[in-house]
């Protein structure tokens, strides 16, 4: 939608020539993008709110109780860690600025 409204708007002020049915539709997507943009804009806060309190969060752990396998992500905060091999019974936190797993 971007890129629409971009070569368009590049057209009309290099002077070319655009005709006038493709002019309306420019104007009806930049109209859609700002208020597809606005609407998005609570939920941006709203993620970065949830973000911000997720980093500030202390004492946050991933309890695996069954089988996390090769490839899972186990996300803390904002650090994470992808599992190479089976995991299960395993607790995973946050220390020294990376994910580490302890059996329990």
Known sequence: MQVIIANYG??????????KDKLIYAQKLAEQYKEENAALLPLKEEIAAIHQEMLETDGSYVIV????YPGVTIAISDISMNLKDNR?????HKA???VKADIY
């Open 10 to 19: 590049n057209l009309v002020k290099k002077g070319e020539h655009v005709p």
């Open 65 to 68: 109780s069954q089988i996390a």
């Open 88 to 92: 299960s019974h395993t607790k995973f």
């Open 96 to 98: 020294e600025g990376e």
